[in-house]
């Protein structure tokens, strides 16, 4: 893979807006949509790639992650520790969920007034509810994020997770609004195999 910076077309150096605004330009510029009925659309989806790649290489050499191998996602329920918004109360609320302090991390995001329910608050409120296990009210929030901001590679990478896991273990997501378990798939030893492969055994409390 090239250098991502290069990819991208900025400096080491420029900073994380910079490189988000950068993304964003050639996102637009290349994205598939644009040359679905052109002979070049097969171009414009590898350039869509290649860019996306490069994105996501930068984020995670940025979020102290290490280097990684090209493609593929290493979401694990937990978010990165800094804001992509910048905003100081969501840098607040990964940390505690980060550090599973999710009833504080849920206070705060139900405290926030409407008019700043983002698309990172819906990112974050689906980390919350995927580490209680509420996974297809995560999902649906995880949905919301991506709909409202559709380059962020966060948000698509937990989104895709928790897609492919409902199509793995076959579905049964209990929501928030379930009253105990209630479900089959709780009960299963694919759901506890579910849970000690992302959370430690400990995602879903009846299991």
């Not at 420029?14 to 510029?29: F, I, M, N, T």
């Not at 937990?158 to 492919?164: P, W």
Request: a negative charge.
């Amino acid at each position: 893979m090239r250098n991502p910076y290069e990819v991208l077309g900025v400096s080491p150096d420029a900073s994380d807006e910079e490189v988000k605004r950068a993304y964003r330009d050639l996102a637009r510029k290349y994205h598939p949509d644009k040359y679905r009925d052109s002979d070049l659309a097969d171009l414009a989806s590898e350039k869509m790639k290649e860019i996306n790649a490069a994105y996501e290489e930068v984020q995670k050499m940025r979020s102290g992650r290490g280097k990684s191998t090209s493609g593929g996602s290493s979401y694990n329920g937990n978010p990165n520790a800094n804001s992509s918004s910048g905003n100081a109360t969501f840098t607040q609320i990964r940390n505690l969920i980060n550090q599973n302090e999710i009833a504080e991390a849920d206070r705060l995001l139900r405290a926030m007034d409407v008019t700043q329910q983002n698309a990172e608050w819906h990112f974050l409120m689906g980390c919350v509810l995927y580490k209680r296990g509420y996974f297809l009210d995560a999902q649906k929030m995880f949905d919301r994020a991506c709909g409202m901001d559709p380059y962020n590679t966060e948000y698509r990478a937990a989104r895709d997770r928790l897609h492919e896991q409902a199509s793995t273990y076959g579905g049964g997501y209990r929501t928030s609004s379930s009253s105990g378990c209630g479900c089959d798939f709780c009960t299963s030893l694919i759901c506890a195999d579910c849970c000690c492969e992302c959370m430690g055994g400990d995602l879903v409390p009846c299991c």
